[in-house]
T-cell receptor, first 112, second 113 residues
C-alpha cells in the first residue's frame, strides 16, 4: 500500500513530441504528489506538484493530470527538448509524514 | 541563499568499515531527511531529523544512524558496511510544516568493496 508504481521504465521521444509518464498508487492517505527531475550526478529537483483536490496543473511545458478515482497521475511534457533528457520520478507523501515514497523512475531520451 | 551541500561527493569503503556522510542544509531550513538511491531505482527514505531529534524512520536497520546539529547541518553514519550499501546517499532539507519545501543535495556516491 505504500508503493508508487511508475511506467514506462524508459522512453524515447523525438524533439517537439509529447512525453507521457504514468504513476499509480494504492494508499488514499497520500495527499501530495510531486514530480522530480534528476540529471546524472545530481540530486532530484522538484519539477511540479499537485494535490488530489485538483485534476490538472500546468507549469510551462509540464502538466500533471490527476485521476483521484483511478488513483493515477501522469506527467506530460509538451514540445519535448533534448535538454529534457533526464530521469523522472513521481512521488507521493502523506501529510502526517514528511517522507516521500518514490516511483522507480523513467529514463527519458529526447532525440534531436 | 545557498542550496543543500553534501560531502564527500564520492567515497570507497571496505565491507565491515564505518562511514560518515555530511550535509549542510539550505539556509532557513530546519528539517533534514536522508535517502538512499540504489543504481537505477528511486530514492528510499532512511530517516528525518527535526530539532536535533529523529522524528521518522524508514525500513533501515539500526546500523544506519544520524545526527542533526544546532546549525541544522547533519550527518549520516553507517556501521558494519555491506556490499548492498553501495548507493547514492541524498540529503534533503525543508522547513517543518511546509509541504512544498524539499531541496535535495547532489548526493554522496558510496561504493563498498
Amino acid at each position: 500500500q505504500q508503493q508508487v508504481k511508475q511506467s514506462p521504465q524508459s522512453l524515447i521521444v523525438q524533439k517537439g513530441g509529447i512525453s507521457i509518464i504514468n504513476c499509480a498508487y494504492e494508499n488514499t492517505a497520500f495527499d501530495y504528489f510531486p514530480w522530480y527531475q534528476q540529471f546524472p550526478g545530481k540530486g532530484p529537483a522538484l519539477l511540479i506538484a499537485i494535490r488530489p483536490d485538483v485534476s490538472e496543473k500546468k507549469e510551462g511545458r509540464f502538466t500533471i493530470s490527476f485521476n483521484k478515482s483511478a488513483k493515477q497521475f501522469s506527467l506530460h511534457i509538451m514540445d519535448s527538448q533534448p535538454g529534457d533528457s533526464a530521469t523522472y520520478f513521481c512521488a507521493a507523501r502523506m501529510d502526517s509524514s514528511y517522507k516521500l515514497i518514490f516511483g522507480s523512475g523513467t529514463r527519458l531520451l529526447v532525440r534531436p | 541563499e545557498t542550496g543543500v551541500t553534501q560531502s564527500p561527493t564520492h567515497l570507497i569503503k571496505t565491507r565491515g568499515q564505518q562511514v560518515t556522510l555530511r550535509c549542510s542544509s539550505q539556509s532557513g531550513h530546519n528539517t533534514v531527511s536522508w535517502y538512499q538511491q540504489a543504481l537505477g531505482q528511486g530514492p528510499q527514505f532512511i530517516f528525518q531529523y527535526y530539532r536535533e531529534e529523529e522524528n521518522g524512520r524508514g525500513n533501515f536497520p539500526p546500523r544506519f544512524s544520524g545526527l542533526q546539529f544546532p546549525n541544522y547541518s547533519s550527518e549520516l553514519n553507517v556501521n558494519a558496511l555491506e556490499l548492498d550499501d553501495s548507493a547514492l546517499y541524498l540529503c534533503a532539507s525543508s522547513i517543518s510544516g511546509v509541504t512544498y519545501g524539499y531541496t535535495f543535495g547532489s548526493g554522496t556516491r558510496l561504493t563498498v568493496v
